[in-house]
């Protein structure tokens, strides 16, 4: 049976669960309606915070929750809710970074992250050369085959086109999270992958 909840967002969620660690206090920007942060959890993280600017979606999230303590979620902008910085130890931020300012964005992803904990960006960008068309052509057929086998999930939160190319998502976060393991995907994504000096 294909696993529930596939996306082309989903997709790439283990890329940030490999980081979770029993004692890990992690932070999701724009959680939506917490399945990141729920995953987390199960993954054996000690509690997570699920940060969204819709309402509704921080409700959903809730909701969803079912009680569970380990999980937390706050309706608010992350440039600028009340978040302790330098407290989280995965601070995960998947196709929301484009909703932002880049360069803001990123100094506050790297602002929230603790002490040699993580970041994991998997993140949206606009075509900008004859390399990055012939991959995003490349995706074409693996996505209609994954949603044939896999289906794919709504998620319903918004959706927006991303103003920055690839090139210069990967040299802002040279700037603000040098050191940082940058890599293309399938699926139209890329990640980003920055560890916090100790």
Known sequence: MPPPYWNHNTHYHPLALRHVRPDTRALDVGSGEGLLTRRVV???AAEATGLDTDPAETARATQA?????????V?????TAPLDEHAYDLVTCVATLHHLDL?????RLRALTAPGG????????????????????A??????????????????SPIAEPATTYAGVRDAARRHLPGARWRRHLYWRYSLTWQAPS
């Open 42 to 44: 199960a993954a054996g």
């Open 65 to 73: 929750a079912g009680g569970d303590e380990r999980l937390r979620y």
């Open 75 to 79: 309706t608010g902008d992350v440039l």
């Open 103 to 107: 360069d803001a964005g990123l100094r």
């Open 118 to 137: 993580h970041v994991v960006v998997v993140g949206l960008a606009r075509v900008g050369s004859p390399a990055d068309l012939a991959l995003s052509l």
């Open 139 to 156: 995706g074409v057929p693996a996505a209609v085959l994954a949603r044939r086998v896999r289906g794919e999930w709504e998620h319903g």
